[in-house]
């Protein structure tokens, strides 16, 4: 899978994905990554690629010009539409599981990355195809979540995580948060490792993960539940723990 990001700073781009899983993926060549400098498009010689607003306001707006250039540049004259374009944007659909595991399966993402203001308008609508958000908050730039959706996304990647089932059972792959997990020593400062994940007993085990992570939703992300999606197992779990426990304890 190939990342183009379009950005006023590639050495963040690349700096983060320098470590760890993206960079090992790299090295196997299952993912690619390519950055655009936006700055390289600027039509004056001061390198300028933002101006004031029209209307007045506060702050400076990334141009039109140097944005579509960079965008149409990592398009390689493909129409719009054939790669994704996403704009990190507070004023984006918020970025969610699903939402990685969709983008997962294209073999290619261009991300552009605003700063200041935002972007003009027209490059909008002339070259991205959605907008996404990581959250409800501003940051300086949109790197930082150019390189949130880059590590959610390509966990999914076949090949990229060594046990490929392990996005499986991680939080917001389904409706649950992840279960609690543990290892070596089994006790550390007077806690001890639950004696059911020593048993050996793997349908057990299985069992209480379920119900440690049903639980652990319904105390910190209860908005997340939906009774219709649970299978009958989970619904019988999750009725047995609303009888256990007080409104007050789940807070």
Not at 77 to 85: A, I, L, N, T
Not at 196 to 223: C, F, V, Y
């Amino acid at each position: 899978m190939k990342f183009t990001v379009l950005t006023l700073f590639p050495e963040m781009i690349q700096n983060g994905c320098s470590y760890s899983v993206f960079s090992r993926a790299m090295e196997k060549g299952i993912l690619e990554l390519n950055t655009i400098n936006i700055r390289d498009f600027a039509k004056n010689r001061y390198l300028s690629v933002d101006d004031y607003p029209f209307g007045g306001g506060a702050g400076m707006v990334m141009m039109a010009d140097p944005v579509c250039e960079a965008a149409e540049k990592a398009l390689h004259g493909r129409e719009k539409g054939s790669v994704p374009v996403i704009y990190l944007t507070p004023q984006g659909e918020p970025f969610t599981q699903q939402k990685a595991k969709e983008l997962s399966a294209y073999e290619e993402l261009i991300l552009l990355c605003g700063h200041y203001e935002g972007v003009d308008e027209r490059a909008i609508s002339e070259v991205v195809t959605e907008e996404i958000s990581i959250g409800d908050y501003v940051l300086s730039g949109g790197e930082l979540g150019a390189l949130v959706v880059m590590d959610a996304v390509s966990r999914l990647v076949p090949g990229v995580l060594g046990n490929e089932e392990s996005p499986v059972d991680e939080s917001f792959s389904g409706m649950w948060l992840e279960y609690p997990q543990y290892t070596r020593p089994r006790s550390f400062r007077g806690q001890e490792v639950p004696e059911i994940l020593l048993s050996g007993n793997h349908q057990a085990i299985d069992n209480w993960r379920l119900e440690q992570a049903i639980l652990k939703t319904m105390k910190i992300r209860p908005d997340l539940i939906d009774p219709e999606r649970m299978n009958k197992k989970e619904k019988a779990i999750y009725q047995k723990l609303l009888s256990l426990q007080s409104p007050e304890s789940l807070l």
